[in-house]
């Protein structure tokens, strides 16, 4: 279906930067809303600070909570930028042009959020300094170099710092297209920020080369972020079910499919907020959908391989640990909900296609996939470390306390508020990408029917 | 290569329908003399591999140690043969244009299935019982493996060959035109129904395809895991590896593309298929090649890692077994043949970008997965004992024998000469998708260069 319309280069240029030049009253309520809800977050997390992290439902044998599950949740978020941006640039997909911006923002801001809860759930976060400048190595007071919790901020780092750069190199056209279009100091930001560019065919070339060359150095950073995260749990030899061999390509796809879905959602957000009908269509979401299809059967299986496995050796306190995990409440009613939403619902509702083109039921679906996912990873953390085991003289169950639903709820906030934010100082579409879109699009006739084609330059 | 372009377009671009029908069809009904001469060889071969099976089945199936070799082969045939229908399916799926050319050398391994079929047969014998031992079945009868891993590679034999089948249908019966035979003549073609080529014809033809297509995946998937943990893994004791059977399949999947570029590249030199078997058929499948390459690796470290880091008596051994100790040296050599030596062949661009370098990655590929299959199913049939939990000795190395040869270059030779006759039936170039190809595809002029525009249909 044949949904593009051809619109006028400074037609773009107009459209795209609505969301800086033009702000709805919903749109500031909206962000002032958001920003109470990250002040309630920053007041319980100060809260604790100052009380302590007996505040919190952690407590001997579950020391780790929901931070360390939203740790991880937003970590696997930060995955749909590379996916979407890096591997369908490399494979030249032209649906990617609109989704791109969204999903690289999305990865620098939840990147971001992921880094603050293991700060967070530290209780004293000033003690991190310990980490950079261990002040008695006598007493064994430094980071242990052999320990994945050690990797985990060196590669979220990395990730960060090549997000951002990533980003970067795609907004320098963006940036030089505001330059022309501001004054006064917002004029020379983003005159500072546009490094001179003028959009010379040499200065063409060597972004998009820049562009391919991040896209392929980005990618194995990608994979080693979650990869290390799973490691995390996959090192640890005393909680039954995280020994895991698959957990590394298990904790990587389902971050990709939990990324794609939120870029999904946040993509049919602004396409609702700032009438971008034109650049976010239907024919989108539904390539979108299709490729969550593949993401989430990859996932479905991993997930299989890792429970299975976990029960082919018939080991008692793994089958114990299986057994709590699915028949006893509440976690039943937790496996139940994530498997459910984060497949049984979806998928099937991917297949059909106009699902696939209806927005709202896009919108439904892959919120729902990331309460699925949310619950996955709460599901694998806390069960394990709850299960009675040699040399543990406590145990028992985790009740979040409401300073912790507070704080993770704020992450939520800060995110959105964050990405809203953004799009006040940069368009969430690559303008330059919805040109280049427009001029490589073509049509072929064949027989009496019009079809849509592109120019595939090598 | 169209040389009179600045891009990279198809030099069948230049040829009507009616002269690709011709050409392909001529090459098709006359092979040459050269073609018989080879033939003749592996089946003389391929008698030698059955005398050596002849010479194991009278040796008696209590021997596990003897047919590890055969086992091995049948893995590797098993792995190349079934996974290389994958790769046109998924093309097919994802509309590739450059697959066209491919598609049907890739389907054509279907008929090796059948082979590989017949290769499972004897190891039935030889499995033993599940009885006393960890296995996929838990508390099944002892026989189980046997029953449902029959079934589930027959169901995947012929559901390869249905896609093979219905993939060649349009040309089977252009065949059957072209020679002027009539409907009566059922000694031509007598698979073909009454296909006229309308548009129902075709629009059931692509339903059938992408539904099978996608049946053949979940299926090859399902029918890896159960290969590779019942033949190998659930054979040596203290195994325990979830990411094991992804990893199987991922060395299917990487080996079957090095298998197609391998079969292209002596299409090219000995069919005279060089405008349809062009560079960028080469170029493409290579960045798949890298890209599976590196997943080899990741699948193989994630395991490793996990379990090196453990230090669990059970896994070190296995890890003794299987990598550092007993088969070290076929550990190195399928290492290195995996993804050493194809990484750093592919991960230049401009020997990527040649005919012969993917070639040569391919061919190393092809080699090193052997070794691979040796590691694991010759180590997994020599173990004696397979219901202990933990391998307090090593096994010694088994050593190949003069049967062990005989079966193993006679088992590989019979896979090829079954994938010969089988080009004797079905051309080896799919003309519909080719005519398919003229329809979608055109250069045009723009900003005074010539560019190909692709069409994508829905």
Redesign the interface.
Known sequence: MQERVRISDSQVNTDLTSSIFESSKLYWILVGFLALVVLCGFTAAGYMFNRGLGVTGLNRPVMWGFFITNFVFWIGISHAGVMLSAILRLVQAEWRRPATRAAEVLTVFSLMTAMTMPLIHAGRPWRVAYWVFPYDWARGIYPNVRSALVWDPSAVFTYLTSSILFVYIALIPDFAVLRDRTTGVPHIIYSILSLGWRGSVRQWKLQIIAGILLSAIILPIFVSVHSIVSWDFGTAMSVEAWHSTVFAPYFVIGAVHSGVSAVVTVMIILRWMFHWEDYIRREHMDSLAKLLIVVATAWLFFFALEFFFGLYALEGPEVALRELQVFEAPWKWYFLTFLITSYLIPVPMWLIPSVRRNLWLMAFTTILVNVGMWFERFIIIVPGLMRKQAFVFTWGGYTPSIVEVTIITATFAMVSMLVLLFAKVVPLIPIGDAKEGMILHDEIKIGKVMVPAVMREE | MHESHH??APSYLDMTAQEITNDVLKRHHSPGNQFWTIAMILGGLFVVGLVGLFMLIADGFDNKSAWGYYAATFGYVFSLSQTAVLVSVALRMAKSHWRRPLARISEMFAIVGVYSFAMLLPLLWVLPSIEGR?S?W?EWPGNTPHIWDTMALGSLVICGLAILYFASLPDLVTDKEVSGKSDEDVSYHPLIPHWFGAPKHWQLQKIVLGLLGGFYFLML?IVH?LISVDFAMALIPGW???????FHAINGIQASIALIIVTMFILRSRSSLGKYLELEQFWALSKILLATC?LWF??WW??F???W????PAEIGVLKYIMFETYSTVFLLAFTMCFVIPFLILVVNVVRKTIWGPTLAASVILIGTFFNQVRYYVAGFSVEDHTL?VLENLPDFTAPGPIDFMVVVGGISGAVLTYMLGTRIFPIISIWEIKEGL??Q?V?K?MK?D????????
Do not use: N
């Open positions: 891009v990279v960890r996929l838990f998937i895991m325990k590896d979830a990411i094991f059977p992804a590196l990741y699948f994630s395991s890692f996990t379990y880091y453990g230090r669990m939990h329809m979608l055109r045009r723009f260069r560019i190909r525009v692709l069409a994508k249909p829905e």
